[in-house]
């Protein structure tokens, strides 16, 4: 049985508002390493080594707007494994000190899931639909729940495209995640409150909360 610790994964971060060399040096305080400049075939890029021999790359994507007078960037970040989460989330929380934004992707450009690379033998599937973001919670929460989502596929035999209908969705998605994915716990509270923020409902209660009732008793 495969659990969503156990697989691997990469992140892309689209950014803009500060210079190429700022979120490059930002990026390699996070990770104790070092910073190189390579130029590769439709690529500029400058790539970060890491204490593990891994490169961070940091490269201008023509796709980003230029804000404050600087062109947009792609974070692109090495293979990572679940115990890598924390410091990925350092590396965002660094990028974002230095003043650079996130750059919400033109979602017209792409499908939510890319199968590509899998019918290619890389074995790998792409999950596009977060808005870029530099909140570390937020892609967390992003990352547990893809994680999950994969385990779920891997260890299933069967799958129903039935839409389920509710009243309160919040408390259905929560139950989904908690149920469903296995997203139980302290581990995944974060990651439950940014998944279920801003569905309407209540989480925890199925019809609502309970009211008291007004009669008194003799």
């Known amino acids: 049985m495969v659990t969503l610790q156990e697989q691997k994964f990469g992140v892309e971060i689209e950014v803009t508002g500060a210079t190429r060399h700022t979120i490059s040096t930002a990026v390699a305080g996070a990770v104790d390493g070092r910073i190189t400049v390579t130029h ?11 204490p593990q021999g891994r490169e961070w790359k940091i490269q201008n994507d023509g796709s980003i707007p230029i804000v404050n007078g600087h062109r947009g960037s792609e974070i692109v970040t090495p293979v990572l494994t679940y115990d890598d989460i924390e410091q990925l989330q350092h590396v965002v ?33 792409e999950w596009r639909y977060p808005n870029s ?53 302290n581990e995944f509270k974060t990651a439950r409150y940014h998944l279920t923020r801003y569905l309407p409902g209540n989480s925890a209660w199925r019809y609502g909360h309970p ?8």
């Open 93 to 125: 929380r660094e990028v974002r000190a230095t003043g650079a934004i996130a750059h919400r992707s033109d979602c017209a450009r792409y499908h939510g899931m890319n199968l590509s690379n899998k019918w290619r033998n890389i074995n790998t599937i």
């Open 133 to 185: 973001t530099l909140h570390a919670g937020k892609i967390k929460a992003y990352i547990q729940l893809f994680l999950a989502l994969s385990a779920k596929a891997l260890n299933a035999h069967a799958a129903s495209h039935r839409k389920i209908p509710t009243d309160n969705p919040k408390f259905n998605f929560r139950v989904w995640l908690v149920a469903t994915l296995g997203m139980k716990g």
């Open 211 to 218: 009211t008291i009732s007004s009669s008194a008793t003799p």
């Open 40 to 50: 590769q075939t439709g690529y500029d890029a400058t790539v970060v080594i890491d």
